[in-house]
């Protein structure tokens, strides 16, 4: 891609449209009590998925965006986990009834310093407050180390069926300068313990554009983590915000590659993963050709949602913890981002949420049209306008950003039917912005 285009697209101020509008736009407009309405009006029989966010790890990445906290004692572990039962109680208290169950997400910071007991007991309690079935999926994040032979029973005695591994990257150079040391017979053997458990399903997640990171040390980490096969990878863009993150106050600014440089690395290790039989998801996941990802996309009903892409086509998302954001029908909730916060509200026997997003009509056929651009590089506009009932020629304004896009070559444009040329999927987030209509305030 050219440089010149690279600079003028890759705005690191563009959201990842995993949800639209973003959590940036969220407002203390919509607050607990709003979001208490909105699950009172679930129907009985309305499948969710869950997302339970453990805010703590073992040891703090530095280069890591999420809410999390070092783990130092038992003692925040355990009332993080009295807050949370307490928190899916208060929740089951006001859906209609005990609702169906797609799929199950343990996020973080690092699910697995939960000890097995007490991951086994909360996984009894969801079992006993919503409807499982046979065909819900239960997924976990893990990090390697620490993880140990007990906890890998109790997943498989939970019934996981997927762990999602976080790597980054195996250069000791550049595992050191964002203090996660992890070596690659580690990964592997983690890797063979949850496959001799049942759990065959294995995701990792790299990053590049990590202090230090060349090509070449990204194509090496592709290769190595090539050799254990996973069914699908991430590959993220690492994203400097120390104003925002703290923690990446650590992280030398000076060996950070440039944009030109990240666009290289990506474009190595998609090239990387390709040639090995992966099929590219939307903007950064690669999936096997048997994977529910390439399946979903080949269908036409790849998702895109607050944990990246997916093929789970439920429409109902319920988030437990801190920081944890949820998607019912009206709209976007988010809990607490500090655990404090959280817990005082749990304690005082209302809903964690701080904040949310009441959707409108078009606020709907925005967020439809950037999710089909975002998982599929490509959107019939006046087919998606027509299904929200609104006129595309508004959307399709040649004298705006799509224009821009159009002129520069990143997109066809042909009877309204948009399509992002492969060369330029890295600034597909560019594509989505031009209809993003928070972005308003930002020039390129």
Same mark, same amino acid.
């Given at each position: 891609m050219q440089t010149s285009l690279l600079k003028k697209y890759c705005d690191a101020r563009l959201p990842w449209y995993t949800i639209y509008p973003a959590a940036r736009d969220f407002s203390a407009m919509v607050d607990a009590k709003t979001c208490a309405t909105w699950l009172s009006r679930l129907l009985p029989d309305e499948p969710v998925s869950l997302y339970i966010h453990v805010p703590f790890c073992r040891s703090i990445c530095w280069y890591c965006g999420f809410t999390t906290s070092l783990a130092r004692s038992k003692g925040p572990l355990r009332n993080y986990l009295a807050a949370v039962r307490d928190e899916i109680g208060l929740v089951a208290e006001q859906v209609p009834s005990a609702l169906p169950v797609s799929d199950v997400h343990f996020g973080g910071g690092?699910?697995?310093?939960?000890?097995?007991?007490?991951?086994?007991?909360?996984?009894?309690?969801?079992?006993? $407050?919503?409807?499982?079935?046979?065909?819900?999926?239960?997924?976990?994040?893990?990090?390697?180390?620490?993880?140990?032979?007990?906890?890998?029973?109790?997943?498989?005695?939970?019934?996981?069926?997927?762990?999602?591994?976080?790597?980054?990257?195996?250069?000791?150079?550049?595992?050191?300068?964002?203090? $996660?040391?992890?070596?690659?017979?580690?990964?592997?053997?983690?890797?063979?313990?949850?496959?001799?458990?049942g759990i065959r399903r294995i995701n990792f997640d790299l990053l590049f554009g990590l202090p230090h990171q060349t090509v070449r040390s990204c194509v090496d980490s592709a290769r190595t983590v090539l050799a254990m096969r996973p069914d699908r990878l991430a590959v993220f863009g690492y994203a400097h915000v120390p104003s925002y993150m703290k923690r990446q106050r650590h992280i030398d600014e000076t060996a950070l590659p440039d944009n030109i440089a990240r666009a290289e690395q990506a474009a190595a290790i998609a090239d990387t993963l390709v040639s090995a039989g992966y099929h590219q998801i939307g903007l950064d996941h690669f999936a096997l050709p048997d994977d529910e990802l390439t399946l979903a996309q080949k269908a036409g009903r790849l998702r895109r949602n607050s944990l990246g892409y997916s093929a789970d086509t439920c429409k109902t998302v319920i988030g437990l913890g801190p920081s944890a954001i949820g998607r019912l029908r009206e709209g976007y909730v988010q809990n607490e981002m500090s655990t404090t916060s959280y817990h005082e509200h749990i304690r005082a026997g209302r809903l964690a949420t701080s904040k949310g997003y009441c959707l409108s009509a078009e606020d709907r056929l925005r967020a439809a049209i950037i999710e089909r651009l975002m998982c599929d590089l490509q959107a019939d506009i006046p087919a998606i306008c027509a299904a929200h009932g609104f006129d595309p020629a508004p959307l399709l304004d040649s004298a705006g950003r799509l224009g821009m896009l159009a002129e520069d070559g990143i997109v066809d444009i042909e009877e309204g039917f948009i399509r992002v040329k492969q060369e330029h999927r890295f600034v597909i987030r560019a594509v989505a912005g031009a209809f993003d209509t928070c972005l308003d305030r930002i020039p390129y």
């Open positions: 690092t699910p697995t310093t939960i000890a097995p007991f007490d991951f086994l007991a909360l996984m009894e309690l969801l079992r006993h $407050r919503f409807q499982f079935s046979k065909s819900t999926t239960i997924a976990i994040e893990i990090d390697p180390r620490g993880f140990t032979a007990e906890m890998v029973e109790t997943l498989q005695a939970a019934g996981v069926s997927r762990a999602s591994i976080g790597v980054q990257s195996f250069d000791p150079v550049v595992q050191r300068s964002i203090n $996660r040391v992890q070596s690659k017979e580690l990964t592997a053997s983690v890797v063979e313990s949850l496959r001799q458990h």
